[in-house]
């Protein structure tokens, strides 16, 4: 039996929250599971997880998802989610045609008088 730690998500509509439970691999995602070690909120930006446990199983064999990986790491480092710095998006580059030169413009021919 493949043991997998990974979330299961509950919550309203639009408002989910998960729980970081022990489950066979073959169970659905929202299905039968073994042990609820945690929680996690990523809208108030909280988790809690039992660590003891979830080292009892990750000795036992037991694979964690990539989420629930970053939160062990984090609750070990004792790091919370809210402190995580925010990496500032890098500024647009400027459009090509701003950066060349602007041509000079024509001069319009003057009007003859008839």
Do not use: C
């Not at 989610?81 to 021919?109: G, M, Q």
Request: net charge positive; glycine share 6%; charged share 30%.
């Amino acid at each position: 039996m493949a043991v997998k730690i990974r979330l299961r998500r509950s919550g309203k509509v639009s408002e989910p929250t998960h729980r970081i439970v022990v489950a066979d691999g073959r169970s659905p995602r929202d299905g039968r599971f073994i042990e609820n070690i945690g929680m996690y909120d990523p809208r108030h930006k909280t988790e809690r997880i039992d660590l003891e446990r979830a080292d009892y199983w990750l000795g036992h064999g037991a694979q964690a998802s990539e989420t629930v990986a970053a939160i062990i790491k984090r609750a070990r480092a004792g790091v919370t989610l809210s402190a995580r710095p925010v990496v500032p998006k890098k500024a647009s580059e400027p459009v090509a045609e701003a950066a060349a030169p602007a041509a000079a413009p024509a001069e319009a021919p003057a009007k003859a008088d008839a």
